[in-house]
């Protein structure tokens, strides 16, 4: 382990000198985002293909995963809202046993998905759909929230249900595996479930590069610059040695896998979060009198649409795509983290998974909403997570410099999770190996210093094409595979009936 470390640090900073020099005279970042631009806006071209309604472009891949939303939800009899408390229970190890096979607890694997879910795409990304879609879009955000609860228990049973659990104990899943080997069990489609898998893998890849990796780079670096003087900061022009400095960083804690990765993100997502959040109270504490009102703008924006391009159908589609952006229900990434569990019942996970949503969009997103509009700077020409920023120093001046620390800090943890995701896709489709593994790390540092040398625009067109890429396959394979869930959930809830499975008044120890 010592000597992959050394080595992948060792090629980090080979990269360092040589991009330095290249930087001192050829402009190293406008080089990166020149060669990154055309391709970010061809692939994003393609995925969000549109089509025209009431005036407004749709794109059909948003409706794809609001659908998904709706048929589960219908399908499960509202699970998010039957499941939760049990949810909760399954969380704080109520029913876990630490002798079973998988690689982390409960809680470790829904803070590690959530370390994939929880970042920028609540700071920037929502400051992004209220600044395009107006106050409405957050009522749409929620709701895309609710309802990708259950897509989110869908595709996190099919992960444990289907896993690969490896000889050394480790373990691999994720719709890879529930594509390939459900829809060859279930439904007898061997080869459709593995092409469909190779397609969702590829898409992985590219997803951990952009929305996991660049997108969070290229947003801490422009809060970090935004705090140390902005056009006068001396990192101004030089997103490509923070994103070294990043990349090194990372490579320190992904090299353990998803043990490692867990033992962070337990720790470090509870603190950010909460940290995150009690300023945002204290913000809506300061302005309690202006709640109702902003309620009230979230709701008439989302069906009148004033003021923003395409009325009520901008809000709705602003607030769904940042809403999958965030909390990625549908496309299929927080079943990779949610299969290395220790359990013996795939759906406890499903369970476990249905909370990410709720945390991650209906409370942190919505919090975010409600100081941007609260705080007047939706009046402004900002955007992104620099939008955020000026939002929160309306009452705490000094709080930009505290976003930038947790911007960074999300941004790492986001890292962590998604270079598991893009790695057990990367071995999905080379094999198990060391020197693999050590190959596709390398690699996805090296696109964090591509991150942080880009504009924002080619970055986000680039995330969002590879997350929303990675649906299409994946829910197919939902709705191929719904029954095999139902029957799954029904299965357990006889076992709770007839004690079989019981609630043990003190939590199993979780390592």
Not at 205 to 227: E, K
Not at 247 to 252: D, E, M, T
Request: hydrophobic residues 50%; aromatic residues 12%.
């Amino acid at each position: 382990m010592l000597n992959y470390f050394n080595k992948l640090i060792f090629s980090l900073l080979l990269m360092m000198f040589a991009s330095s020099s290249f930087a001192q005279t050829n402009g190293f970042d406008e080089t990166i985002n020149s060669i990154f631009e055309p391709i970010a806006n061809t692939i994003g071209a393609v995925i969000f293909y549109s089509v025209p309604i009431a005036g407004v472009q749709f794109p059909l891949i948003v409706g794809w995963l609001v659908l998904c939303g709706i048929v589960a939800t219908i399908f499960f009899g509202c699970i998010q809202f039957r499941g939760f408390k049990h949810a909760i229970d399954l969380v704080r190890g109520r029913y876990s046993n630490p002798d079973d096979a998988g690689e982390v607890s409960h809680f470790q694997a829904l803070t590690t998905a959530l370390s994939g879910t929880v970042g920028l795409g609540n700071i920037a990304g929502v400051a992004v759909a209220v600044s395009i879609g107006g106050a409405g879009a957050t009522f749409w955000m929620i709701l895309a929230g609710l309802l990708g609860m259950a897509s989110k228990f869908t595709e996190c049973v099919l992960g444990v249900k289907y896993r690969n659990e490896l000889p050394d104990g480790r373990v691999s899943g994720g719709p890879m595996y529930y594509l390939a080997r459900g829809l060859k069990e279930e439904r007898n489609m061997p080869g459709l479930g593995k092409v469909f898998a190779v397609i969702f893998a590829i898409c992985c890849i590219g997803g951990a590069l952009g929305g996991g990796n660049m997108f969070q780079a290229n947003q801490a670096f422009s809060q970090v610059v935004n705090v140390t003087g902005g056009e006068n900061s001396f990192l101004a022009d030089k997103g490509w040695l923070f994103g070294l400095i990043m990349a090194i960083v990372v490579g320190s804690v992904i090299i353990g896998g998803i043990k490692s990765i867990g033992r962070v993100t337990e720790k470090l997502i509870p603190l950010m979060a909460g940290l995150y959040l009690f300023a945002g109270l204290i913000i809506i504490a300061v302005n309690i009198d202006m709640v109702g009102w902003a309620f009230a703008e979230i709701f008439r924006g989302a069906f009148t649409g004033e003021g923003v391009v395409g009325g009520v159908l901008g809000a709705l589609i602003q607030g769904f795509r940042r809403a999958a952006f965030s909390n990625e229900a549908g496309i299929g990434s927080a079943a990779i983290a949610h299969s290395a569990v220790r359990t013996k019942e795939p759906v406890t996970e499903g369970f476990v998974a249905l909370l990410e949503p709720f945390i991650d969009t209906v409370v942190i997103c919505t919090m975010t909403a409600l100081v941007i509009i609260i705080s007047g700077a939706l009046m402004t020409d900002l955007t992104g997570v620099q939008l955020t920023s000026a939002a929160y120093s309306t009452v705490l001046p000094w709080f930009p410099t505290v976003l930038a620390v947790a911007v960074v800090l999300f941004a790492l943890s986001t890292m962590f999770a998604w270079s598991y995701y893009g790695l057990k896709s990367w071995t999905f489709l080379v094999g198990e190996g060391r020197n693999k593994e050590m190959a596709y790390n390398f690699v996805f540092c090296v696109f964090i210093v591509i991150g942080s040398s880009m504009s924002l625009g080619p970055v986000i067109d680039f995330s969002d094409s590879m997350l929303f890429a990675m649906a299409i396959p994946n829910i197919i394979g939902l709705y191929l595979l719904m029954p095999v869930v139902k029957r799954e959930l029904n299965a357990y809830w006889a076992k709770i009936d007839s004690g079989e499975i019981q609630r043990v008044d003190k939590p199993a120890t979780s390592s």
